[in-house]
Each structure stands twice: as structure tokens, then as C-alpha cells.
């Protein structure tokens, strides 16, 4: 199981999905939801429209 890289705090399928998709497709370590929002600056409800739209296009990253 995968814990973020910042908090420590275990990452769902998505949550790794939106990294590889924001930061970078080949990382081996990750951001969870928070954290990543933190790093680009933007709200954490924007990462979650993000990867309900990411689903919605069918991106194999995320359940
Ligand atoms: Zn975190």
C-alpha cells in the first residue's frame, strides 16, 4: 500500500491516479489528495472535479 510522500497518509486509486496525471506519470511516490492540491496551488475540490471528469473520459487511471 502506498502512503503519501508528504503526510504519510494512505492513498487511494485515485488520489495515485491524480498525481501520475498532474505531477507525473512515471512517479513511484505520491501525493494524496491534500497535498497534492497544496503543490499546485489550487483547491482540493478541484482535484476531485478533476478526476470525476479523468473517469468520465474513460482515463484508466482512475475506478
Ligand atoms: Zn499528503
Same mark, same amino acid.
Given at each position: 500500500? +502506498?502512503? !503519501?510522500?508528504? !503526510? ?18 512515471? +512517479?513511484? &511516490? *505520491? %501525493?494524496?489528495?491534500? !497535498? =497534492?492540491?497544496?503543490? =499546485?496551488?489550487?483547491?482540493?475540490? %478541484? ?6 471528469? *479523468?473517469?468520465? &473520459?474513460? !482515463?484508466? =487511471?482512475?475506478?
Amino acid at each position: 500500500m +502506498s502512503a !503519501c510522500m508528504q !503526510c504519510g497518509k494512505e492513498l487511494t486509486h485515485n488520489e495515485i491516479g491524480a498525481h501520475r496525471k498532474f505531477i507525473n506519470r512515471a +512517479s513511484t &511516490q *505520491f %501525493l494524496c489528495r491534500n !497535498c =497534492l492540491a497544496k503543490r =499546485l496551488g489550487v483547491p482540493a475540490e %478541484l482535484i476531485d472535479r478533476k478526476i470525476e471528469e *479523468f473517469k468520465r &473520459q474513460g !482515463c484508466t =487511471l482512475f475506478v
